[in-house]
């Protein structure tokens, strides 16, 4: 320990005893001139703790201490077929890839996206469950693929009918 540092362990205690098992509100207070800043938030208790400034950010007794939970807008059927399809390394590329690995062409046509997402929004697993459905959809023509010299493209038309090889 450095001679200029403090030792921690008492208010890390002090904290420790006056948090444990229970649940707080953190509030933020919103400057008027500017309605998107924040201001520093503060935990309220008992006692009133402020444990974050603009400036210094979290006290280093709470870093890793304080469980967060934090609530998300449900993602829209639009949004999971967007995962899915859009970005760089989505799960459609990855499976691209690995059937152009075997010199075929996958094509899934759109309205399998859509059943996906509808199923993962159904169910309300969101983003979580997109690669597992989609796994579940082509794995078993991945083990068909490699056996069959003579497909070079296989389309999945739909969830619910048999993959076309030709």
């Not at 799960?91 to 059937?99: A, G, H, K, T, V």
């Amino acid at each position: 320990m450095n001679a200029g540092s403090l030792n921690s362990e008492p208010i890390t205690t002090l904290f420790t005893s006056e948090l444990s098992g229970t649940a707080y509100r953190i509030g933020v207070i919103i400057s008027s001139k500017m309605p998107r800043r924040l201001r520093a938030p503060v935990l309220y208790s008992n006692a009133i703790w402020a444990i974050c400034s603009n400036t210094f950010g979290l006290i280093p007794e709470f870093t890793g201490r304080l469980p967060i939970v934090a609530h998300f807008a449900d993602l829209s059927r639009k949004m999971l077929v967007r995962i899915m399809t859009e970005p760089k390394d989505s799960i459609y590329s990855q499976f691209r890839e690995i059937f152009r690995t075997e010199n075929v062409e996958l094509i899934v046509n759109p309205l399998v996206f859509d059943q996906i997402a509808e199923i993962a929004f159904e169910y309300k697993t969101g983003a979580r469950s997109l690669r597992g459905i989609f796994e579940e959809l082509v794995t078993p023509v991945l083990y068909v693929v490699p056996d069959r010299s003579d497909i070079s493209k296989v389309v999945i038309a739909s969830m619910f009918t048999e993959p076309t090889f030709t």
